[in-house]
């Protein structure tokens, strides 16, 4: 390794941070202001980098220069911009003071939308852009070559920063906008519309996000897995910078290039690790990044299952429902039976997630990261062990629950937003893991042949199988709720220093719950993956995250059955409508949107909320 | 002459709580108006109804003339009618200039508008700190700035919440001074203090709250003559 070498990593390294700061800086920005982490930046970033293949090469056509190359990359930026206004504009302003979970969903819906569209607008294929007129030749830096273009980048990076540093303190816009990042409600008193100034700021988000995308064109085709692989990174740089701190994300960006410039000489298969590494040692020493501050909103942004009167005729009507899904085999074709059981998977995934959010107020957005290592845990069991299913399934549990202590000890020091970014960031750093250690994950291609032994094969038999393991579990978590460890999260999720002061130890509690809530989406994962007999590293993604999070949206957060009706409607539907249309993806989204907008209680909720105010 | 503020019937709830039964009362142009009463009597309360911080609902909630029911916060502000909160809300990251610049509107027909300059002569010891950060201000420097921000706005009326809670005595009367500055400027201020002695030594009218409604209403030096009168309503 010579002095040549470590310079070329280290302006790699500049180049991907300064790519990064400029997409993350719009993201804090957003934050600080709306106090909304807008799930969609990555798709804005997206929208830039289609926007711009598509365009800069029309514009190149009609006159050729570096001029109309770098107007291109801003028009495509400003085109982004007003989609931002858009954005602001139809659904952001509506949730300003929504519960932070359900910004987080709304907002991915925006994802989902985005990702059908994009596809629809710019077509299937990946687009590369075209190379920067000008900086098409590489230069020669001690003797290696070294692409041109990433100097540019290198140099966007700062002058960006020095732009918003600019804007931020020598323009009325930029004091308003610092103002109302502390204290909004003093703004509007002192006769600023909020409205506009909010609608500005997501402009220059919105500006940023593009920008950031459509400088990438030259290096990186556009793809439609760009969305979500930014908004880890991104999610990454704003926490650890602080939320809402611009100079915070440069830092955090200069940091995480670097290492991931170098951490692949460490950790060839997954540079994530390191920046994991990082965000853990960061956050242990400083909780609310390099220049972040403790977020004052709490209490009243948690939203949980509530308190009420048991039914009385509560034991006998579960049992009625057992006896009737045990009878299911006698009438259900095996196709019926296949949704069946995973319906039944997909409502032990989403009632573990329950436990979390609903009882402990801890908004997870990488509940995949459990459901994940439980199937690979099953499934690498018997892969590597050639173990049976008897000891696949609690390998599963016993790895998902090992991750949630690992995961839950970090975490715990955590809370709101913080914890719900870094619940996704676990969630991605799997993900990578699994996708990139070929050689014992099998990689995208993931791990098949996990099948139970011959007898349990028929589905029917796999089907009362899953019933019955997934009752005993339910009915271990409804105990864990109802008894005073239930209790006592439930008291640290409405005020954490009230249940301190009367001598809980919330941390452990939250702790426990991670655990809990591990093994048990660990034990949904392990039944999946002997359920479809394969494991791929999409059981990890974001999107398997967000399915828990609708189900439990859709049931309804207030009610502890809420998940398992959750889980039954949106997995029947999406099995029979998505068959039927290209716009999956669309409609979910449109869906998640609405839900959150108009039905916020979800399925049991509403009729639970129907029943209490008639009473 | 129309009051320049005309409140009438004003009631606000937190949640199930009603705290304002029907409050009724007046702000004459150019005029001091204290509201007084005890802790916990709705002066502050009454203060964030008027301006939509908090909802309300009014029989009459009139502002020169504009009905300012239901309008959004900014919109009132806009009209001319400021607001200085009890906890001050400096914007601690900025700087006293910056925080100024949050406040500042167009000028208003007829008037010379404010500007930092003149901030500066009526409150000399702003003049001193002028990129001083909020956070590095006390808590009466913080109250001096809170209504010089309120002030850039150019307002024909401001609501003054407490102003001389938690600042030191040496402070106080400066801050008299300030009221009356204002007041000779043609400001209409409606204060809320629990401080009656203070009250007295600028109001021209006194405004008596207890749980949420009017108990007395009239001339400041009448109040302050009645002794019965302030023991039936205050204690003192």
Known sequence: MDLSFILIQALNGLASASSLFITACGLTLVFGVTRIVNFAHGSLYMVGAYTAATLVPRLLEMSYGPATFWAGIVLSALV?????ILLEILLLRRIYRAPELFQLLATFGVVLVFQDLVVQIFGPQDILGPRAPGLRQPI???GRRFPSYELALIIAGPIVLGAVWLLLRRTRFGILVRAATQDRDMVAALGVNQALLFTGTLFCGAFLAGLGGALQIPRVAANTGMDLSVIAECFVVTVVGGMGSVPGAFLAALIIGQLQAFGILIFPKSTLVVVFLLMALV????????????EATGGSHVVGIASRAPVRSGPLLMIAVLVVLAALPLIADPYLLKVATEILILALFAFSLQLLIGVGGLVSFGHAAFFGLGAYGAALAVKWLEASMFVAVPSGLLLAGAGGALIGAFLVRLSGIYLAMMTLAAAQILYAVAFQWVDVTGGDNGIIGVWPPAWAGPRAIYYLLTLAVTAIALFGLTRLIDAPFGYALRAARDSEPRAESIGLAVRRHRWLAFVAAGAGAGLAGALYAFSRGSVDPSLLGIPTSVDALTMLLLGGIQALTGPLAGAAVLHALRDWIMPLTPFWRLLLGLSIITMVLIF?????GT?????EERA | ??????????KASYGRAQVLFGLSFQLEPGEVTALIGRNGAGKTTTLKAIVSLIPAQADRLV???HPISGLSTYRIARLGLGYVPEDRRIFTDLTVEENLEVGRQGARPGRSPWTPERLFRLFPNLATMKRRRGNEMSGGEQQMLSIARTLMGNPDAILLDEPSEGIAPVLVQAMAEAVRAMKSEGVAILLSEQNWAFAAAVADKACVIERGEMRYQGPMADFMNDEALRRQTLGV
Do not use: T, Y
Request: proline fraction near 9%; aromatic fraction near 10%.
């Open chain 1, 607 to 611: 009729v639970f909320h129907g029943r």
């Open chain 2, 1 to 10: 002459m129309n009051p320049l503020l005309d409140v009438s019937g004003l």
């Open chain 1, 283 to 294: 956050l242990a020493i400083r909780p609310n990044g390099f220049f972040g501050r403790p």
């Open chain 2, 63 to 65: 502002f020169k003339g």
């Open chain 1, 140 to 142: 020669e830096i001690l």
């Open chain 1, 80 to 84: 982004v911009g007003l989609i931002g």
């Open chain 1, 600 to 604: 916020p209680r979800g399925l049991v």
